[in-house]
């Protein structure tokens, strides 16, 4: 089992709506948890950073974290076109902090 | 703030030669950098992690004397892919990071294309 699993879609919703992503992850000792934006050619851009379980909210985005069931999801309220992009979970392994991500979900958001 | 930059963007070069890409904290000292490697539809592949002044660390299945990583100052890293043949032919992205908090910034990414 790797240890971020993430569905890599695609995903393809009408502009407006709410978009839901997830990863799940196997090592209970992971404590911090990162969404990345990706597009087409580009570096990854950080979009959000949680420690250990809760929620996180950032204008339209907000990631969750549940420990209990190894579960991180970021959603995406009143989605734009100019939100099409690959997006990356990944936590924190190591004193270094090398990340692992997942394998990317490819969304694409309809005008 | 936490900008990276990576030069060049795009390369190709011919199969043998080498090719060396910079990668740049702008706006900040990163105590550490990371160096990844994407090939298309693929996720982040973690090639190496270096710390300023030391050594990289290398994941397994990466050839240290292929791909040679300097970490010359707390803004600076370079990746100097040697001998270069077309299966190297990939998207290379560097990152840097303020260990304390974890966060990783990422530059545009070097394209490089070996014929």
């Known amino acids: 089992q790797k240890e971020v699993e993430q569905d890599p879609g695609p995903l393809s919703v009408p502009e407006g709506a709410i978009v839901s992503l997830n990863c799940t992850y196997s090592n209970s000792a992971f404590q911090y948890f990162m969404w990345y934006r990706q597009y087409s050619r580009k570096g990854p851009e950080l979009l959000m950073y949680t420690y250990s379980s809760g929620n996180k909210e950032d204008g339209r985005f907000t990631a969750q974290v549940d420990k209990s069931s190894k579960y991180i999801s970021l959603f995406i309220r009143d989605s734009q076109p100019s939100d099409s992009a690959t997006y990356l979970c990944?936590?924190?392994?190591?004193?270094?902090?090398?990340?692992?991500f997942g394998k990317g979900t490819k969304l694409s958001v309809k005008p | 703030g936490a900008v990276v930059s990576q030069h060049p963007s795009w390369v190709i070069c011919k199969s043998g030669t080498s090719v060396k890409i910079e990668c740049r904290s702008l706006d900040f000292q990163a105590t550490t950098m990371f160096w990844y490697r994407q090939f298309p539809k693929q996720s982040l592949m973690l090639m190496a992690t270096s710390n300023e002044g030391s050594k990289a660390t290398y994941e397994q299945g990466v050839e240290k004397d292929k791909f040679l990583i300097n970490h010359a100052s707390l803004t600076l890293s370079t990746l100097t892919v040697t001998s270069a043949h077309p299966e190297d032919s990939s998207f290379y992205i560097c990152s840097a990071s303020v260990t304390v908090d974890y966060e990783q910034y990422f530059g545009p990414g070097t394209r490089l294309t070996v014929t």
């Open positions: 990944a936590t924190v392994e190591g004193s270094q902090g090398n990340l692992i």
